[in-house]
């Protein structure tokens, strides 16, 4: 495992903390789960989730890091409801990709790959998101203001 050089408060694990909109997460550090991550309400699930980045397709269906997040009725509907469509969009993309693939069809391969990549960002956007899955702690998007509130805010020093 490689590890970057980054001049954070160091505790024994560092617990996450938030700049701006943004929570960051070093490595082996946990989220609250009692509070939903999307709107701070009353979680009523945990589930575990994995943090991809919606502008690079390499991180869409690979392994990423996984968080265990809290989530309300609300959102924990919302990500249901976004893992099924991702995963039947994704399985129409398929088949539409193999029968182009078949029959030589440019434009069913092309409609193939669309709707494969459709499902992909979408998953991907889903909850929360991060711009970047190479750095540490990593950036996570998403969290709503309240929830954002409960850790602590640090300045992100470019140069140390
Ligand atoms: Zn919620």
């Given at each position: 495992m490689e590890s970057s050089e980054q001049s954070l408060p160091s505790p024994a694990i560092n617990p996450p903390w938030r700049h701006d909109k943004i929570l960051y997460l070093p490595h082996g550090a946990y989220l609250p789960t009692d509070t939903c991550v999307r709107c701070g309400h009353k979680a009523v699930k945990v589930v575990s989730k994995s943090i991809r980045n919606?502008?690079?397709?390499?991180?869409?269906?690979s392994r990423q890091t996984t968080v265990d997040i809290g989530l309300c009725k609300i959102h924990k509907d919302d990500n249901s409801v976004g893992t099924a469509l991702t995963y039947s969009v994704l399985s129409i993309g398929v088949i539409i990709l193999i029968t182009g693939v078949i029959t030589l069809g440019i434009a069913t391969l092309v409609i193939g790959l669309l709707a494969i990549a459709v499902s992909g960002i979408f998953r991907a956007r889903t909850l929360i998101y991060t711009s970047?899955?190479?750095?540490?702690p990593l950036p996570i998007k998403g969290a709503c203001e309240s929830y954002l509130e409960q850790f602590p805010s640090f300045e992100v020093e470019e140069d140390s």
């Open positions: 919606p502008r690079n397709l390499s991180t869409w269906y970047n899955t190479n750095v540490e």
